[in-house]
């Protein structure tokens, strides 16, 4: 069963915007990571926020999480069109060994 | 680093049949994880190997199946293919800190399409 449901399902902007993606799940967790999927290929990872954290920055990306709300977001700031995917998040539950849980993800489109 | 390789890529099988797929994780990663992904169930977990053991499992019937060698490359069996199976079958890897945080790194997977 998926833990993560993301908001919005898919979200078309123009190049330069903002882009948001957010990310509820629904028991405790060890960290959350964010991935990117182009086309139906393999998963390329973004970034690992841990339950401890509250923010985290990767170049364009700033991650945020919420453990009272059980809420992550994702931001994309000046997006271009090679941003466009799908993203999901996956969160690693306390005490599970190797095994994400995943959102339904946000597939992204983003217009020259 | 090599990233994580998937073989092979493609895969067209009848009914019935049944399919091994094999992934060969990053270069001193230890854990190999394998996820099933449908456009109707999303990314689902299959199963996860470390140190050539099977510890955690997925919910899925026990026609999938995986195994982990010593070189912790794995492959992941699945018998008596149903039409549902057809499916990009990836797998991931990590170095399996015992923190438990950890970031699992993912193969461009292989897509199974059953006939």
């Known amino acids: 069963s998926q833990q993560g449901e993301e908001d919005p399902q898919a979200l078309s902007i123009q190049e330069g915007e903002n882009a948001t993606m957010n990310c509820s799940y629904k028991?405790?967790?060890?960290?959350l990571q964010w991935y990117r999927q182009n086309s139906g290929r393999g998963l390329v990872h973004l970034i690992l926020i841990r339950s401890n954290e509250r923010e985290k920055h990767s170049g364009r990306l700033r991650v945020t999480l919420d453990t009272s709300k059980k809420s992550s977001s994702l931001l994309i700031t000046a997006s271009r069109a090679a941003d466009t995917a799908s993203y999901f998040c996956a969160t690693d539950r306390s005490g599970n060994t190797g095994k994400l849980i995943f959102g339904q993800g946000t597939t992204l489109q983003v217009k020259p | 680093k090599a990233g994580v390789t998937q073989t092979p890529r493609y895969l067209i099988k009848t009914r019935g049949q049944q399919v091994t797929l094999s992934c060969s994780p990053i270069?001193?990663?230890?854990?190999v994880s394998w996820y099933q992904q449908t456009p109707g169930q999303g990314l689902q977990f299959l199963f996860e190997?470390?140190?050539?053991?099977?510890?955690n499992k997925g919910n899925f019937p026990g026609r999938f199946s995986g195994r982990q060698f010593s070189n912790s490359r794995s492959e992941m069996n699945v018998s008596t293919l149903e039409l549902g199976d057809s499916a990009l079958y990836l797998c991931?890897?990590?170095?399996?800190?015992?923190?438990?945080?950890?970031?699992?790194?993912f193969g461009p997977g292989t897509r199974l399409t059953v006939l």
């Open positions: 190997y470390f140190s050539e053991t099977q510890r």
């Open positions: 991931a890897s990590s170095f399996r800190r015992e923190s438990g945080t950890d970031t699992q790194y």
């Open positions: 270069s001193g990663h230890r854990s």
């Open positions: 028991t405790s967790i060890n960290n």
